[in-house]
T-cell receptor
Framework: AQSVSQHNHHVILSEAASLELGCNYS??????LFWYVQYPGQHLQLLLK??????LVKGIKGFEAEFIKSKFSFNLRKPSVQWSDTAEYFC???????????FGKGTKLSVKP | DTGVSQDPRHKITKRGQNVTFRCDPI?????LYWYRQTLGQGPEFLTY????????KSRLLSDRFSAERPKGSFSTLEIQRTEQGDSAMYLC??????????FGPGTRLLVL
């Protein structure tokens, strides 16, 4: 069965620290990859996505992610986090011709001011 | 606001009662998805529609759950004979074909 793994359950950083959140998926075919963010009290919002082309994708608010096909990974990065980045981050995969997204369990990011 | 809307936002019910949730997608989106999210988990897929046709249902969708999208616009998700295990956030998303899915605020269900 297809699955998405997010290895970090809770990450705590100080402002200006660099961020990398891991995401690995299990599916051997073509995938579309997403990172969604859920700020406290708000609904899921798209941060960035990869469908094809340049494996390094840039999203909103200075986030980027790199698709490494050989490692089945799509890690999220930000060079310098801010207190306002405190949120829960979900990696999701849309595999092949399936309509639905398969989500990881999420990583809660807490940024200390 | 032209985003996905869901109603109600919160629902408290007693075990054994039926509940119905509504989702209004972004108007030009032909696909509508239902997910369920419990504490500490990511959203889990329940079912999706393309226009009015229900194309896929998850094994999570027991026979107590039914979803409709009668005119290819809004959708309803009904849970019959609710159980405490049904307590969760029910999320609706919409999109065009295999593209980005835009999520609504969710309906939080508590079954007592």
């Amino acid at each position: 069965a297809q699955s998405v793994s997010q290895h970090n359950h809770h990450v705590i950083l100080s402002e200006a620290a660099s961020l990398e959140l891991g995401c690995n998926y299990s599916y051997g075919g073509t995938v579309n990859l997403f990172w969604y963010v859920q700020y406290p009290g708000q609904h899921l919002q798209l941060l960035l996505k990869y469908f094809s082309g340049d494996p390094l994708v840039k999203g909103i608010k200075g986030f980027e992610a790199e698709f490494i096909k050989s490692k089945f990974s799509f890690n999220l990065r930000k060079p310098s986090v801010q207190w306002s980045d405190t949120a829960e981050y979900f990696c999701a995969v849309n595999a092949g011709s399936q309509g639905n997204l398969i989500f990881g369990k999420g990583t809660k990011l807490s940024v200390k001011p | 606001d032209t985003g996905v809307s869901q109603d109600p936002r919160h629902k408290i019910t007693k075990r054994g009662q039926n509940v119905t949730f509504r989702c209004d997608p972004i108007s030009e989106h032909n696909r509508l998805y239902w997910y369920r999210q419990t504490l500490g988990q990511g959203p889990e897929f329940l079912t999706y529609f393309q226009n009015e046709a229900q194309l896929e249902k998850s094994r999570l969708l027991s026979d107590r759950f039914s979803a409709e999208r009668p005119k290819g616009s809004f959708s309803t998700l009904e849970i019959q004979r609710t159980e405490q295990g049904d307590s969760a956030m029910y999320l609706c998303a919409s999109g065009r074909e295999i593209e980005t899915q835009y999520f609504g605020p969710g309906t939080r269900l508590l079954v007592l």
